[in-house]
């Protein structure tokens, strides 16, 4: 993980590869076209496979562009110093990726017909280590950590791209806008096929039964893991170091469960009921 970070309005940027010019420039220049596409998550949200799946509509279903242009390019992050020069060099309709919570979006989407393909998951595992490895915390098993210290994590401002539950929320206030669209992992997990059609349905694109059939095979987790276009295994060294670990790992939900003890989950649920009170939303896990 990136050590060194800088804030912007409040919140953490990895200096790596972002930039208080570029952020400032996407807040205020940035202009979005009518026909861009956001896909926008916090980090370790899905990210790579709603690009993909966005990617794959916008072809019709044929596999061609995915295998041969990398994910960063095909949806680049406009937040970033090279995603930024990237989607104002892209030919619309225009995929645009996004971890950026909705105070700090480009002003211009608001008055536009663009259209945001939201995404969520609940907690992932890698997720909680991102957070405990830019704390105090990172000499410290995820396991070790105490409740009390781990419900500290929960409630801060300071990991990268600011809290989930205020990324979350700060978004949810467009659900009833038409050109918003929001949908769970866990959706994805258990209906991919539904999912897509819906999604389709949300772009107005339409597609055919045997087009529809090839976006859902080609977005399977073993095709992105096998495509170097979208594995990230092209990516710099200095910026993710698969050595370690493969950037796309299980491919699965609730993988939490093998990783935080019951007192754990306990103090999550509180947490999570707390801080999503106030919020009229129910989301798949609100259900089990």
Not at 11 to 21: G, T
Not at 60 to 68: A, F, I, K, L, V
Not at 70 to 93: C, H, I, M, Q
Not at 234 to 241: A, E, G, K, T, V
Request: glycine content about 4%; aromatic content about 14%.
């Amino acid at each position: 993980m990136f050590k060194e970070y800088f804030q912007y309005k409040g919140i953490n940027f990895p200096q790596i590869i972002y930039s208080e010019q570029v952020l400032q420039m996407v807040e205020d220049n940035f202009q979005v076209r009518d026909d861009d596409i956001f896909n926008v998550t916090y980090q370790k949200s899905g990210t790579v496979w709603m690009l993909e799946i966005l990617s794959l509509i916008h072809s019709n279903g044929d596999p061609s562009w995915c295998r041969t242009v990398p994910n960063w390019d095909r949806a680049p992050w406009f937040e970033t110093v090279l995603g930024y020069k990237t989607a104002l060099n892209n030919k619309s309709p225009r995929i645009i990726s996004s971890h950026l919570p909705a105070q700090l979006f480009a002003k211009s989407f608001f008055r536009s017909k663009a259209k945001v393909n939201k995404r969520e998951l609940l907690l992932s595992s890698n997720l909680l280590q991102i957070w405990v490895g830019n704390h105090s915390f990172s000499a410290v098993s995820l396991i070790s950590l105490v409740p009390h210290h781990f419900c500290l994590i929960l409630l801060l401002n300071t990991v990268p791209f600011g809290s989930w539950f205020d990324h979350v929320k700060g978004w949810m206030n467009l659900k009833d806008k038409e050109n918003f669209f929001f949908i769970t992992y866990e959706e994805l997990k258990k209906d991919l096929r539904g999912s897509v059609v819906r999604i389709c349905q949300f772009l107005d694109k339409d597609l055919d039964d045997e087009a529809i059939d090839a976006v859902v095979a080609n977005a399977s987790f073993e095709a992105m893991k096998n495509n170097k276009m979208s594995n990230f295994s092209l990516s710099p060294h200095f910026i993710m170091n698969q050595k370690k670990s493969a950037f796309l790992r299980k491919g699965i939900s609730g993988d939490w469960k093998n990783h935080l003890s019951a007192a754990q989950s306990e103090c999550f649920d509180q947490v999570y009921q707390e801080r999503m009170r106030d919020l009229n939303v129910t989301f798949p896990w609100d259900k089990e």
